[in-house]
């Protein structure tokens, strides 16, 4: 059965986490209508109550009546009945009094809980995702300045044309169109900038200068004149704050520092001070953005292009040594733009924990929910059965809707209607402008991974089989070396082994580094390894494909084997080479596990076969993007349940294929990889029955094979669902 923590997941988080909220919301309104029905079933059971036992007060018999006559059969039958409707009246009266102590009341005060619960968890989601989506703006900010200032960088070094410059331009002016502009400690929409600008641009006192050499500046102000505008209007009254948005301006290109005389520092140009000596111009793309035309008392203003605007700002920012200047600055920019990225990717891992650990929880309280209105139902009808046998037909039906309530039904069916995705973390990567990042292992491609540790597996999926095979012979049962790969593993453990791998890189991946954590996280940590992919094993590409094939040969083993065989020839090598070494590993153990029972029952084997295909279904194939109709796909279980059973098979037709498509050409070394593992252990014969001695025998026979092959070993993740 799937759980809230692998299915309310999507790519952004916010639209899972509102999904299922949604639905958490819409309980505690259901609870309300159910305290409604109940609260109105209890005011009219006092009111008719207080009616009844009113009856025979309001109805004594009359002197010209049943008063005159003494004994009379007729009289006592009259004052009888009355007598029976105050009982009844007294008797809805403690049918109401019991709704409102064991029903009203009591899940009144618990939904009110229920929804406080609910509404906390709601808030601290939605503010942690806050928090990511800020930082991943800073992310985007910081990358995109990164980026921008290494093709200046080329730009400068390899020249570009008048033409080009002003398109590109013109080109990064419209993509920022949309984007709220920083300035000093305020983000403005455009709408609320171009009002600051023409606010600014008609209120500030205006001159015109002459600079020696370089001719007549208009529109200019002093920096003391601007820093008075932004006291008074702006009611800034931080001296070091007006300065900040002025310099601001400048950066923004909306401003630009006049250097009265020629040998002025190239340091200051971009700087603004707050001193009557200081001049700045108002740039045309000032009055542009305000809407304002450019006026300089009528004589036509002396003011530069936007090419010359954008070659002068150049000169300034980056006359020599301009080159080494920049190259600094883009390193500096690449240091803090992989610093942000780690940061954006630590608090990505830290609301994955926490939406786990409260989708976790919100699981646990909507069932109690569910069963808290299945014991209110019945104890509502326990209120009026108690004292009314003669609405029992009524009792009979509501006690029949009551046993029809199934709380995990109820469930199951929110999970199948609302569920938006399983477990699907995206690593927050980082990309260096001139290479590929070397020493990142998670989230980087299979193939540049390999290509990296210059193997056809990566290191750390070899290193962690070939630890977890010197492991097994040490454990005390099989029912424990089974529950290693099954069982569910906190997600901040298995971040934990995460960030100290990334740390260590592949070349510190040795047995003693993982003999210091414990086998399942180890396990785990490979699973989040394959889960965090860009693609999955078996590419997604052929998703399609391999469904096609399952739904046409059903039962047919033959055809099925032969069609997965004819898909995956055509993976790369690496994914090739992974799936064959995961799926080498676990038919080996399985083996071992059905040898080892000493009965004709093999569960345990099949269980833990069955096990592994469901846990690791989506590490082998996934789809490119998850939807209702993927959701329920059985084929990727049923692909990796193929492969632990036919796996020789399939290799075997795999290298056959591969044979016949190189004509004569000989086999690539990779081969090598898929030709051998699940027969390692074949020819040794067991000196005991112990399963401790098999894997010993294996783990030998293995090793004297890793001088011909990459290195053996590597099984594939379960899908991480992490409980309490």
């Known amino acids: 059965m799937p759980t809230f923590a692998d299915s309310f997941w999507t790519r952004d988080f916010h639209t899972g986490i509102s999904t299922l ?45 049943f008063d005159r006559d003494d004994g009379a059969s007729l009289k006592n039958a009259f004052k009888g009945i009355a007598e029976q409707m105050v009982r009844e009246g007294e008797t809805h009266y403690t049918i109401g009094t019991n709704i409102r102590q064991m029903v009203v009341d ?48 080329e730009t400068l070094k390899h020249g570009m044309t008048e033409e080009e410059v002003v398109a590109q331009l013109s080109l990064e002016e419209e993509e920022d169109d949309d984007k709220p502009v920083s300035i000093g400690k305020k983000d403005y929409k455009t709408s609320e900038l171009k009002q600051l600008l023409a606010d600014m641009l008609q209120k500030i006192p205006q001159t015109q200068i002459k600079v020696t050499l370089l001719g007549t500046y208009d529109h200019v102000s002093t920096g003391s004149q601007i820093a008075e505008y932004l006291q008074k209007t702006l009611q800034v009254a931080n001296l070091d704050e007006c300065e900040m948005i002025g310099n601001d301006l400048i950066h923004h290109g909306y401003l630009r520092k006049v250097n009265t005389s020629v040998g002025s520092t190239i340091g200051q140009a971009n700087t603004f001070v707050n001193s009557g000596s200081f001049h700045y111009q108002w740039k045309e793309l000032a009055y542009h953005l305000a809407n304002l035309p450019i006026d300089s008392n009528g004589t036509d203003p002396v003011y530069p292009s936007k090419m010359t605007n954008y070659i002068d700002d150049l000169k300034s920012t980056f006359e020599e040594p301009s080159l080494t200047k920049l190259n600094k600055d883009i390193k500096e920019l690449d240091q803090v733009y992989r610093i942000e990225v780690q940061k954006l990717d630590k608090i990505r891992c830290d609301l994955e924990e926490l939406m786990i650990d409260h989708l976790t929880f919100m699981e646990k309280c909507e069932l109690d929910r569910l ?33 029809s309530i199934s709380p995990t039904n109820d469930l199951l069916f929110l999970l199948q209607n609302y569920r938006t995705g399983p477990f699907e973390p995206r690593v927050i990567m980082y990309e260096n402008y001139y290479d590929s990042p070397k020493q990142q292992i998670f989230g980087v491609s299979l193939e540049t991974r390999c290509k990296n540790d210059t193997k ?34 906190r997600l901040q453990s298995t ?66 084997i032969l069609g997965v065989s004819n898909v995956l020839k055509d993976l790369d090598k690496s994914q090739l080479a992974t799936v064959n070494v995961i799926c080498t590993h676990f038919q080996r153990l399985i083996s071992i596990l059905r040898e080892n029972t000493q009965q004709p029952d093999t569960t345990l084997a099949e269980n833990f076969e069955d096990g ?27 692909l990796v349940h ?83």
């Open 21 to 65: 909220f949604a639905k958490l919301n819409q309980g505690c309104v259901e609870n309300e209508e159910f305290i409604s029905l109940f609260t109105a079933r209890m005011e009219g059971e006092l009111d008719y109550g207080a009616r009844l036992t009113l009856v025979e007060k309001n109805n004594k018999p009359l002197k010209t009546g």
């Open 106 to 153: 009591p899940f009144t005060k618990w939904s009110e809980e229920h929804a406080q619960r609910v509404h906390y968890s709601e808030a601290i989601l939605n503010n942690s995702l806050k928090v990511y989506n800020t930082k991943y703006k800073v992310v985007e900010k910081v990358s995109k300045k990164y980026f921008n200032k290494c093709r200046v960088f």
């Open 371 to 403: 069963r808290a209105l299945k014991k209110v139902i019945l104890d509502f009808t326990a209120c009026i059965s108690n004292n009314i046998t003669q609405i029992k037909s009524s009792i009979d039906q509501i006690l029949v809707y009551e046993e």
């Open 456 to 489: 056809n597996v990566p290191i750390i999926v070899s290193s962690i089989l070939s630890y977890m095979d010197t492991v097994y012979p040490n454990l005390p049962d099989d029912d424990v070396r089974t529950k290693i790969w099954l069982i569910p593993v």
């Open 495 to 560: 971040h934990a082994l995460r960030s100290q791998i990334e740390q260590v890189h592949s070349d510190g991946l040795t047995p003693e580094f993982w003999s210091n954590h414990p086998p399942e996280v180890i396990a785990s940590v490979l699973k989040l390894y394959l889960l965090e992919l860009p693609d999955s094993l078996v590419s997604s590409s052929v998703y399609d494909v391999i469904k096609l094939i399952y739904q046409q040969y059903p039962n047919d083993e033959d055809q099925r």
């Open 612 to 638: 592994i295909s469901q846990e690791f279904s989506s590490c082998i194939l996934r789809p490119k993007q998850n939807t209702n109709v993927t959701m329920g796909d059985r084929h990727p279980f049923r």
């Open 642 to 724: 193929d492969l632990l059973t036919h796996k020789k098979e399939v290799m075997r037709l795999v290298k056959r294929s591969a044979s016949v498509k190189s004509s004569s050409a000989p086999m690539s070394s990779s081969s090598s990889e898929f030709s051998t593992g699940s027969g390692s252990n074949s020819g040794v014969k067991r000196k005991d029955s112990t399963l401790q001695y098999r894997l010993k025998q294996a783990v030998e026979a293995q090793a004297s094979h890793e001088s011909s092959r990459t290195p053996s070993a590597s099984q594939i993740p379960q899908i991480d669902t992490i409980q309490e």
